[in-house]
C-alpha cells in the first residue's frame, strides 16, 4: 500500500492522500505478519511529504490543499477533461450481468475447463524496438523481430506505441503520418502471414479529414483481428488526434484467448481498465510510451493487480519515464504465499533503452483467479450502483471552478 496504492491514488486524482496504519503484532504463534504501518501523507504528485514505516508514533506534515485544485499531470493538461465518463457504463452494470461473473472466486481446479475459450498458456513476445537510422531500416528490424519471435515459439508479439516514427515525428506532419502508416500496415499483415504469428501495434489512421491514433491486432492470416482507436488524447495527440467514441471491445480469439487493448498514457485511467475487466479480458495489451517511471512501476502494476488480468506492456526505447517494457502478471492465489505476493502484482521485463525481445509465457487460468488473499475477491467485492459518479459528466459533478494560489488569489486555467 505504501509503496505503489496511496502514492498512485494521489497521482491519478491529483489529490492529497493521508493514510494512517496499525502497526506490531501481538501473537507469539500462527500469523507472525506484523500490522505493516506504512502510515504516509502524499503530495498530488505522489511524493512523499512524511511518512513512518513500522514504529508507533506520531508524524506530521503540511498539506497545502491549494496544491489539489490544479488537475495538470504528466499525461494531461486537466485531468478530469482527459476523462470519458460516457464510455464507463460497464462500471454500473449488476455483479451478475457482466461477463466476468463467470471468473468471481478462485480459479477453477486444475484440469477443469476455464469458461472462454484459448489455450492453457500463451507465449507473449515483447518485442521492444523504436525508429533507428532510416525507415527502411526500421522496417527491416521489425520484420526480423516478428520472425525471430515466431521461430522462438511465441504466438503474439506486441511492439510499442508508435514504434515507426521518431519521438515527434507523427506531431510535426500528422497528414504525412497517416500516409505511412498504411504503408506499414499493409507490410505487416504480409510479415505476420509470413511468420504465422499475431502481432499487436499502433500506428496513425486517417478516415475522412480525421486523424486517429489506433491500435491494431492483425493475425496470421494476414487481416486485421482487432482494431482500436484511442479515446484518452493526451496533451500531444489533442493538437492533431480525434478520440475514438468507444473503449475497446474484449475479443473472443481461439489461439489468445479473451484480448483487448490500451494505448499509452491510458494506463493512468483505472476506469478504462476495470471497464475491460468487468467485460471479462484476460490479457490486455499495451504498446506503450511511459511518460514517467510511476507509469510502469505504479500504474501498470496497479491495473494488473486490482483488477487481475495480465498487462503486455510493451515501451519505446526513448521513453521519458527510462523504464523498460514490463508484463505485469495476473497471479493466481493459491494461499500461503508471502503476504506482500498477495498484493503487488508481479511482472517481467526488458532493459530500458536497448533493442530487446522477452518471451513471457502467461498461464490464462490465473486471469479467472480474482482473489487477493482468502476474502477479497476484487471484481465481486464491488458495488456497481455507488459508480455513477465515475459515469457523470465533469460539468455536472461538484469541482473547484478557480485554481487559487498559495496568496489566495486566483489563477488563470486557460
Known sequence: EMRVHIPLRAIENGVWHVASNTVGNPNKVGLLWPWTGGSEICDPRGNRVVASEEEEEVVVGEVRPWEAEHKECSWAKDMWAHRRPELYGALTTKLEDVPAAVMYGPAPKPGTALPFQGPDSLKVAMMQLSAVHTKQCTEWMTQRQISYASRRGAVLGVLPSLWCFRRGEVAQNPNAAAEYSAEVLKKMLTWAKESTMHVCFSLVEKQESKLYHTGYLVGPTG?????YRKTHLNKEELAWASAGDELCAVHSIPALGHIAMMLEDEVWSPELSRCLAVEGVEVVLHPA?????????MAATERAGENRFHLVSVNR??????????????????GGEPIPLMRYAQGVWCRFGVEEQVIVELQRRQAHCKMMGDHLDVLKKRWPELYGVCCTSQDDLFQWREVASVDGTAVDNE
Open 317 to 334: 526505447l526513448d521513453s521519458p519515464g527510462r523504464l523498460g517494457s514490463q508484463t505485469t502478471l495476473a497471479g493466481e492465489y493459491i
Open 289 to 297: 510510451d511511459w511518460d514517467t517511471a510511476e507509469a510502469g512501476e
Open 223 to 227: 487481416s486485421v483481428l482487432l482494431k
